[in-house]
């Protein structure tokens, strides 16, 4: 199992090159995914751009799983078949 600093870190690397094409996929400004999500539009920018924003691995779980992302904050996987 992964040391937890060395998992937060990759989360939030996968996090700042997947996030904001993830958020553009769906159509969502950072106003209305902060209020989807319910974390500050700040954190959310932050994270996108890199920045470690001091929230729980949780609620950055939770944001990369709001936008469609795994828990690792990387795409999922389409279905075979899928388009």
Request: a positive charge; aromatic letters at 4%; charged letters at 20%.
């Amino acid at each position: 199992m992964e040391q937890f600093p060395e998992c937060r870190a990759k989360l939030l690397q996968n996090l700042s090159i997947h996030a904001a094409l993830a958020r553009n996929r769906m159509g969502l400004s950072l106003f209305n995914a902060s209020r989807l999500l319910g974390i500050n539009q700040d954190y959310i920018e932050g994270i996108e751009q890199g920045e470690d924003s001091g929230l729980s691995i949780e609620i950055i779980r939770s944001l990369a799983q709001g936008l469609g992302l795994t828990k690792t904050g990387t795409p999922r996987v389409k279905p075979m078949g899928a388009m």
